[in-house]
């Protein structure tokens, strides 16, 4: 089946600018995660999504930063007014959910890979 | 706050060759620890998934064991071959749903 996508691939926009990146998990994963992928930072947390439940928002740097989740399905990653600091790849994965206490296999897409000039 | 640390950062062995990819953590509460191997330019494949509960995974040519008393996780990758090129992560799950990576190790094997 198909996997987790993310588009686009590769994104490069001047500093200032809003850019939206998107998110399609595997069909029938509840969960959906956000990460970000920095030289020198590593691989780090942004946001969670289950279900309808409020999404956990611990991981987003800054408030230029937001996502949504519409029907529970495809998700979007908004940075405003970017920096260049925010020149990463961008991760997204999914997983099943099969409640509390139980952590399952995340599935990560390619990425997109923004670069802010 | 979690710390997973991944040593050493990179290896360069030749074919065939078996090696041990290390992985600690600071917090040993953590539901599970994934393995993970990331090629260039690409996301991020999952390899091995163990539980708290459990003391290793097998599969194929890759066995994990963990130890959470101790904070360690180790990747055992037998007969080491080119295809097995990559970078390699390993991260935890701890409390809420969100893993906490390391750096990764970078491996070379050379024909």
């Known amino acids: 089946g198909a996997g987790v996508s993310q588009s686009p691939s590769n994104k490069v926009t001047e500093k200032g600018k809003d850019v939206e990146l998107r998110c399609d998990p595997i069909s029938g994963h509840t969960a959906l995660y956000w990460y970000r992928q920095s030289l020198g930072q590593g691989l780090e947390f942004l946001i969670y999504f289950q279900g309808n439940s409020a999404p956990d928002k611990s991981g987003l740097p800054s408030d230029r930063f937001s996502a949504e989740r519409t029907g529970g399905s495809v998700s979007t990653l908004t940075i405003q007014r970017t920096q260049q600091e925010d020149s990463a790849v961008y991760l997204c994965?999914?997983?099943?959910?099969?409640?509390?206490?139980?952590?399952?296999?995340?599935?990560f897409g390619p990425g997109t890979r923004l670069l802010v000039l | 706050k979690q710390e997973v640390t991944q040593i050493p950062a990179a290896l360069s062995v030749p074919e065939g060759e078996n090696l041990v990819l290390n992985c600690s953590f600071t917090d040993s509460a953590i539901y599970n620890l994934q393995w993970f191997r990331q090629d260039p330019g690409k996301g991020l494949t999952s390899l091995l998934l163990i539980q708290s509960s459990q003391r290793e995974q097998t599969s194929g040519r890759l066995n994990a064991s963990l130890d959470k008393s101790s904070g360690r996780s180790t990747l055992y990758i037998a007969a080491s071959q080119p295809g097995d090129s990559a970078t390699y992560l390993c991260?935890?799950?701890?409390?809420?749903?969100?893993?906490?990576f390391g750096q990764g190790t970078r491996l070379t094997i050379n024909p």
């Open positions: 994965a999914s997983s099943l959910h099969r409640g509390t206490g139980v952590r399952e296999t995340q599935y």
């Open positions: 991260a935890v799950f701890q409390g809420a749903q969100k893993l906490v």
